[in-house]
T-cell receptor, first 111, second 110 residues
Framework: DADVTQTPRNRITKTGKRIMLECSQT?????MYWYRQDPGLGLRLIYY???????NKGEISDGYSVSRQAQAKFSLSLESAIPNQTALYFC??????????FGPGTRLTVL | GEDVEQSLFLSVREGDSSVINCTYT??????LYWYKQEPGAGLQLLTY?????DMKQDQRLTVLLNKKDKHLSLRIADTQTGDSAIYFC??????????FGQGTELSVKP
């Protein structure tokens, strides 16, 4: 079984809809991250959490929110999706060592 | 601010060596990483180098670090078609986060 899972893997939605992307991990890591990937821009950090009570904004948090429901779960919400949020979204986890382990990604299309 | 730069594309022939380059700005980074992303998949850690090292070799992979120039490179010897992927370099910053480059898409032609 995969250590970091993301659901859904693909999602097509319309402008203005609320969307939630979920991430679960079985690695026992405290730290979790949400990134978006766009061609030519690499990965950009949206939000991160170093433990269950800790939430921090990343480089591009506007239009997004997160919830750390448990050590193993970190969800990303788009309150009102817009087309320029069309991207590939990755969840990652790490221990204190900084090596990050990535989920398989969620491809989101906003029409 | 912190920045990591990579060229976007590299094309090589099967059997040749590939060299992917990266420059970074944060001189306080303790580790620098190379991640590989295969089509349709997430990123997987390929190798990393501690900042007090100049070189690290792991089978076909050689990582070179020039701290003075803030330049990192990944050399893949005897490149195979299975090496075709996007390669990301990343540095860790003092806040415990990783800063990624744009990714270099390696295309290996038979």
């Amino acid at each position: 079984d995969a250590d970091v899972t993301q659901t859904p893997r693909n999602r097509i939605t319309k402008t203005g809809k609320r969307i939630m992307l979920e991430c679960s991990q079985t690695k026992g890591h405290d730290r979790m991250y949400w990134y978006r990937q766009d061609p030519g821009l690499g990965l950009r950090l949206i939000y991160y959490s170093f433990d269950v009570k800790d939430i921090n904004k990343g480089e591009i948090s506007d239009g997004y929110s997160v919830s750390r429901q448990a050590q193993a779960k970190f969800s990303l919400s788009l309150e009102s999706a817009i087309p320029n949020q069309t991207a590939l979204y990755f969840c990652a986890t790490s221990s204190f060592s900084n090596e990050q382990f990535f989920g398989p990604g969620t491809r989101l299309t906003v029409l | 601010g912190e920045d990591v730069e990579q060229s976007l594309f590299l094309s090589v022939r099967e059997g040749d060596s590939s060299v992917i380059n990266c420059t970074y700005t944060d001189s306080s980074s303790t580790y620098l990483y190379w991640y590989k992303q295969e089509p349709g998949a997430g990123l997987q850690l390929l190798t990393y180098i501690f900042s007090n090292m100049d070189m690290k070799q792991d089978q076909r992979l050689t990582v070179l670090l020039n701290k003075k120039d803030k330049h990192l490179s990944l050399r893949i010897a005897d490149t195979q078609t299975g090496d075709s992927a996007i390669y990301f370099c990343a540095e860790n910053n003092q806040g415990g986060k990783l800063i990624f480059g744009q990714g270099t898409e390696l295309s290996v032609k038979p």
